[in-house]
């Protein structure tokens, strides 16, 4: 699983508000290379939540990226910014672990990269 | 030469998880048909719900990577072994999916409204007794409720919500679901659509459909352009030959 997703994943369990990051608890990272693109970082940079990306890459061992992004207009020229965004949103892999969430708790299992996010009967 | 699907003998398997049949190979003989469509309409994130053996995603990334090397995909299955078994047959071929495991889309549909470009789905579409629909194991894949339905009503308002703008949905269906009846919701929700495939086996008449939104003028008019005389022609003819046949 990487960041990419992790910026996606809500806890669906009825009534919880709080839903939105999972925490993550890393057990194995490993990082795999990906070709640098720089128009997809752009067009993802709108959609993703900072200082969710930014916590889950800490939690992952990378603490590499700014507190907040860099305006619109400065990250197309800050080529060095784009390069970090990229490593932490696209080449980090959680493989073993849990998405916890923030509200109740719960962990969702991450195993062999697959976060396992079914919820229980009593949890609809 | 590079195959344009997956190959059949690197797709991995398990007791518990739907192995690619021919409901598999129509809704990727409908991607390989559109093929040309897909690449130009350029998707940035395409994704299937219920990837089970992962053949289909696997197929799909690998008839669009050569043209289009850098699209994400997104995989999900309620099936935590599917899922497993999704990425084993990934990494066989080479490519990757984020691969959740997930009832439908349930934990995504907030945070990944609006951004889907391709949807795929081969839905469980037989006819069943309602107590059989979701449950644990092999039989989800295929167990449908009654007219088949149950999983894909419950689907469609979430595809509706994930489709971007430009978005497409590619659907397997039977006839047995009504898919006459399929098109008219989707019309509803502003949707037109078409026939992709149309296969008859031994036992299931398929359906592939693909639909598109209707204020998306640029599919409006490739949707049309495509499906040219020769188009119809051809499969009118192929139509009923196979009849003749049986």
């Given at each position: 699983m990487r960041l990419i997703v992790h910026n996606m994943l809500t806890c669906n369990i009825k009534g919880v508000i709080n839903k939105f990051p999972l925490r993550i608890e890393a057990e194995k990272v490993i990082k795999k290379e990906v070709d640098f693109n720089p128009d997809f970082l752009r067009h993802m940079l709108a959609k993703i939540e900072w200082k969710a990306l930014v916590d889950g890459a800490r939690s992952m061992g990378y603490t590499e990226l700014p507190d907040h992004a860099p305006d619109t207009e400065r990250v197309e020229s800050d080529e060095s910014f784009l390069k970090k965004f990229h490593h932490a949103l696209l080449e980090l892999h959680l493989e073993e672990g849990s998405l916890v969430c923030q509200e109740t708790g719960r962990k969702f299992p991450v195993d062999k990269g697959v976060p396992n996010m079914v919820l229980r009967e009593d949890e609809v | 030469m590079k195959s344009r699907t997956a190959d059949i003998h690197l797709v991995s398997s398990h007791r518990e998880v739907y192995e690619p049949c021919d409901d598999s190979f129509a809704l990727v003989d409908a991607l390989l048909a559109d093929q040309t469509n897909l690449i130009n309409h350029n998707p940035k994130l395409c994704m299937e719900i219920?990837?089970?053996?992962?053949y289909v995603i696997t197929s799909l990334i690998l008839l669009l990577k050569e043209s289009l090397p850098n699209v994400h995909y997104l995989a999900t299955d309620t099936n935590p072994i599917a899922a497993r078994v999704t990425n084993e047959t990934l990494q066989a071929h080479g490519v990757s999916a984020e691969v959740v495991c997930t009832d439908i889309a349930s934990c995504l549909e907030e945070r990944l409204s609006g951004l889907v470009d391709v949807m795929v789905m081969n839905p469980p579409y037989v006819p069943t007794p309602?107590?059989?629909?979701?449950?644990?194991?092999?039989a989800s894949a295929w167990a449908g409720g009654e007219n088949g339905r149950s999983v894909i009503d419950r689907v469609l308002p979430v595809v509706d919500r994930l489709l971007s703008e430009r978005g497409w949905f590619y659907l397997v269906t039977l006839t047995s679901n009504y898919p006459s009846e399929i098109c008219l919701v989707m019309r509803e929700r502003g949707y037109a659509s078409r026939i992709v495939v149309q296969r008859s086996t031994e036992e299931e008449n398929l359906i592939v459909l693909k639909f598109w939104r209707d204020e998306d003028e640029e599919s409006v008019v490739k949707e049309t352009a495509s499906v040219s005389f020769l188009t119809q022609f051809s499969r009118s003819l192929s139509s009923f030959v196979e009849k003749q046949w049986r």
């Open positions: - | 219920g990837s089970g053996s992962g309602e107590y059989e629909v979701g449950v644990e194991g092999i």
